[in-house]
């Protein structure tokens, strides 16, 4: 883990050197904050702190499913709303649509259920138990249905004394619970930090992670701890989080609104530094659902969610009524190239690059990588009101993305190659208010190789003079 984390700290530190060397020269819309803010990304990319994180070997990429949460929330009222309560039905005909509808193919994988699913009091025994009147045939019994299927099943309980909605926690129970969860072949639980002591959950979490390994079967551990935490005014300890979680909650619940979307979007933008650098193959930050495909975003806002999410290297948990939602929503959510760039085996969380008069910049280094060079998806956000499309016009080169030979470009939402562009090719996109545009950007191999036929290694003639320049 030291030696990657020491050649993956050289590589950023050489490709920030690059940038800043090249000179980041003018454009309509780059001035003295936007070299602030690349130098600021830089010296974060130095310093950062790749922590080795939680070795379950669990969800090296984010993990992908759907969620009942945002879209269903706490609907237990199945004599008047069968279709739309939380019972067992809901989650097999969700299992069912992900297949038959092509979300499984692109790598949605977990069926996962959220609060609601308990009896409001633990059996004789003191066990948890499902609602008998919704889950009438158990909770293993619908986990084998999802696995049948060849899917994953997730489940949700709460740290305290009580779920968020009310029903049983397991505080006093965490090695009989984690057994038992366990015993249903789980494959993903959720741990909500309702009815709980935000300082008590160092201890907590990690005692259930300590638990639910020593059932020996491999459970994805989804933590709400740091959230519960930052809201508290304490300052969440990541390394501790990341070496026991595999994914976390940094910020409040997703409501189905642009403002909760821009909420988020602020939130992750301004704590970057702090954030950021936490995540990687096996632990990820996690800004809460897709809601793509419900009511409350336009067809612009809900592109910009799952652009924004895939550069924060976010899980994707679609939380949507799958039997009604409309073609170009789930175009959006089966967006390969976009989810590519979310499951990029790198793992690197994005970063918001610039911010001026509502057009933001949010870039994720990607692979593949050449000598200390990376590929980057690049989103460019316009938050503006005013009407009518922005255009941004930038040079990869004042992006950061310095590769001589230059990057294959193509936009992810529009069918558009820009071919080959060196780093001083000025790209112009335009933007839709609330609306983003999703490039990718990779290092050209075949460019390096076909202008340099008879000098193999000029790349590494240039490193090596930058090389020297930082270390002289
Ligand atoms: C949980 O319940 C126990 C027993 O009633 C109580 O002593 C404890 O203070 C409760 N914990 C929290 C965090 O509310
Ligand atoms: C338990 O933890 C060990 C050590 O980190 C790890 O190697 C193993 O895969 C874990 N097992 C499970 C079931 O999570
Ligand atoms: C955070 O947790 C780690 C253990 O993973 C511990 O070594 C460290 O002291 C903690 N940091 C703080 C500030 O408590």
Not at 100 to 120: F, K, P, S, T
Request: aromatic share 12%.
């Amino acid at each position: 883990m030291v030696g990657i984390a020491g050649v993956i700290r050289l590589r950023s530190q050489l490709l920030c050197s690059q940038a800043v060397s090249l000179g980041l020269v003018n454009s309509n819309i780059i001035n003295e904050r936007m070299v602030q803010t690349v130098w600021i990304w830089c010296a974060v990319v130095l310093i950062a702190k790749f922590t080795a994180g939680l070795e379950n070997g669990l969800v090296r990429t984010p993990p992908m499913g759907w969620l009942s949460w945002e879209r269903f929330r706490c609907n237990t009222d199945c004599k008047n709303d069968p279709d739309n309560c939380i019972r067992d039905g809901l989650f097999r005909t969700m299992t069912d649509i992900v297949i038959a509808e092509g979300y499984a193919a692109v790598g949605y994988q977990y069926i996962n259920i959220d609060d609601c699913w308990l009896e409001r009091e633990r059996g004789f025994d003191g066990q948890l138990k499902p609602d008998r009147q919704r889950f009438p045939y158990g909770i293993k019994n619908l986990a084998d249905y999802v696995h049948s299927k060849g899917l994953k099943f997730g489940i949700y309980e709460d740290y305290g004394n009580y779920t968020c909605g009310g029903y049983p926690g397991i505080l006093g129970h965490l090695e009989e619970d984690a057994a038992l969860i366990a015993s249903w072949d789980v494959d993903y639980i959720k741990l909500d930090g309702c009815y709980a002591h935000p300082s008590d959950m160092d201890k907590g979490y990690s005692e259930f992670g300590y638990y639910l390994n020593r059932t020996g079967r491999p459970m994805v551990y989804s933590c709400s701890w740091p959230v519960y935490q930052t809201f508290a005014g304490m300052k969440p300890n990541f390394s501790l989080i990341s070496d026991t979680c595999n994914l976390w909650r940094n910020f409040g619940d997703i409501q189905d609104s642009w403002a909760s979307i821009e909420s988020i979007m602020d939130y992750f933008g301004d704590n970057q530094d702090d954030i950021a650098p936490n995540a990687g193959p096996g632990h990820w930050n996690d800004p809460d659902m897709l809601i793509v495909g419900n009511f409350g975003l336009s067809y612009e806002q809900s592109k910009t969610q799952m652009a924004l999410w895939a550069i924060l290297a976010a899980p994707l948990f679609m939380s949507v009524d799958l039997r009604t939602i409309r073609p170009e929503y789930k175009a959006i959510l089966q967006n390969k190239k976009i989810i590519a760039v979310d499951q990029d085996p790198l793992g690197i969380q994005g970063r918001r690059i610039y911010k001026h008069k509502g057009i933001e910049i949010w870039a994720r280094p990607i692979s593949p990588t050449y000598q200390n060079y990376y590929s980057y998806a690049i989103a460019f956000i316009n938050r503006r009101t005013d009407g009518t499309p922005s255009d941004v016009s930038v040079t990869l080169k004042e992006l950061g993305l310095a590769y001589p030979a230059g990057y294959r470009v193509e936009d992810l939402y529009e069918d558009v190659d820009y071919g080959t562009l060196t780093p001083q090719t000025k790209i112009k996109v335009k933007v839709n208010p609330s609306g983003v545009v999703i490039l990718r950007a990779d290092v050209d191999l075949e460019a390096v190789y076909a202008q340099n036929n008879y000098t193999p290694f000029p790349v590494l003639n240039q490193v090596f003079k930058v090389n020297q320049n930082t270390f002289k």
